[in-house]
């Protein structure tokens, strides 16, 4: 056990749905085992911690070649379906109820429960100011606005994992 | 099967420790195994080992994270202070219960 992990910064760079989930549960997951964990959220990961739209994020249904209706065993679901009105809506609704019955919390939920774990919550300062973001715009949980320089002094001596 | 003794009796655990027989599980042993942890029990720790228990026995598994939070009214912070670095996993193991084999 001498090569344990104690350290590891994880950076969610996308926001759809499946794009989120698996570095919060990686993050939550570290603390669980008693490891230290930063979140690094960048482009359009940030919307996973921006009070108005964390709570309505959604899983994309164009251009996922594995997605598969009506579950994860059944037929490929075509492109041009999967851009008809409310099929993102729909198959993000799925998810969530799977998700609930095996108690993956929401996302706000969960960002607030990796942030009372001990987990650390930061923003990208390039994102930022490319999206024209204030404090204000983000849920009380994120600790602070990073640029990168910052995020590399923080992730010194542990792990770092880009998903 | 590993046997070690703990508050004077011996028990069957599995390579990590925990208990593989609740039945061998007392109060006197859940100290001891917390002692292994550098934990010593109070009530706050007591009310989580006790929701444990009541939840295995309902469900058949250790509660995660969330339903203790939300069914063991028992938050993540209360979690992490009482058992620091591992809180569900250390508090399955001194309830005499085994390893969660959930993510969350």
Redesign the interface.
Known sequence: MSDKIKKVSIIVSKGSLDGIYPGL?MG??A????IEANLFFTFFGLYAILKKYMGSIKIATVGNPAMRVPDAKGFPLPTILGALPGMSAFATHMMNKEMEA????PIP?FI??IH???GKIYACKATVDMFHLTLADFCPQMDKVLTVGDFYDIAAGGQIIFT | MPTKTLAGTPVDTDEEGFLVNHSQWNKDIAAALAAEEGITLGDGHWKVLDFIDTDFKEKGAVPGMRRMNKVGNIPTKDLYALFPDGPIKKAAKISGYPKPASCV
């Open positions: 549960i939550n997951g603390r669980m085992e008693g095996l108690d993956i919390p939920e607030e429960m009372d774990a001990g």
